[in-house]
């Protein structure tokens, strides 16, 4: 799974372009320093509250960035990475059932799935059917949905906007010297 955050800068070329006046040439390597500047904010801001959010703290990759280029004025954060087993998170086990507090704003779940409870034998397994076997180990979530859901990015995506644009005025204002 890959979840890729990209922010499309052609309403803030266009903004730069404006203020620069004169000097518009040197709009996209304005809006390229912002948007570097602005995505590398971002990424440590998604990280922190992804950190804070979810339990499983080793498994939580870090966002991959790529840098915005003249040609291309694109910054790319994206994350890959696939489901994190069940054990990984922060999990308790009792003698009739086995929880989990996965997202610390929902609190401990109780384990299971297909109708049956979980069960640990080294890690977490749930039987497939009403037999002993076939089993399955439980996994949650995996890095980039975490990431990129809307309880982390979606809380910051306006922000990461409106810094943009803030960091775009501080470039124009460095390259006309005011």
């Known amino acids: 799974m890959e979840v890729v955050v990209l922010v499309e800068v052609d309403e803030a070329l266009q903004y730069a372009r404006q203020k620069l006046g004169a000097m518009q040439k040197k709009a996209p390597q304005a809006?390229?320093?912002?948007?570097?500047?602005?995505?590398?904010?971002?990424?440590?801001?998604?990280?922190?509250?992804?950190?804070?959010?979810y339990t499983a703290k080793g498994d939580i990759h870090s966002l991959q960035f790529k840098k915005a280029t003249t040609a291309n004025l694109q910054a790319i954060?994206?994350?890959?990475?696939?489901?994190?087993?069940?054990?990984?998170?922060?999990?308790?086990?009792g003698k009739k059932r086995i929880s989990a507090v996965i997202n610390t704003k929902h609190g401990r779940?109780?384990?299971?799935?297909?109708?049956?409870?979980?069960?640990f034998w080294n890690t977490i397994f749930v039987r497939e059917g009403q037999s002993r076997l076939p089993i399955e180990k439980m996994a949650s979530i995996s890095s980039p949905?975490?990431?990129?859901?809307?309880?982390?990015?979606?809380?910051i995506e306006d922000d990461v906007r409106s810094k943009l644009y803030e960091n775009i005025d501080k470039e124009i204002e460095r390259i006309l010297g005011l």
Do not use: C, P
């Open 31 to 53: 809006v390229r320093t912002a948007l570097n500047k602005t995505a590398r904010e971002a990424k440590k801001q998604d990280e922190r509250i992804t950190k804070q959010t």
């Open 109 to 119: 779940r109780n384990l299971g799935k297909y109708g049956n409870k979980a069960f």
């Open 145 to 155: 949905v975490m990431h990129g859901n809307d309880n982390t990015w979606g809380t």
């Open 77 to 93: 954060l994206k994350d890959k990475g696939s489901n994190i087993s069940m054990s990984h998170f922060r999990t308790y086990v």
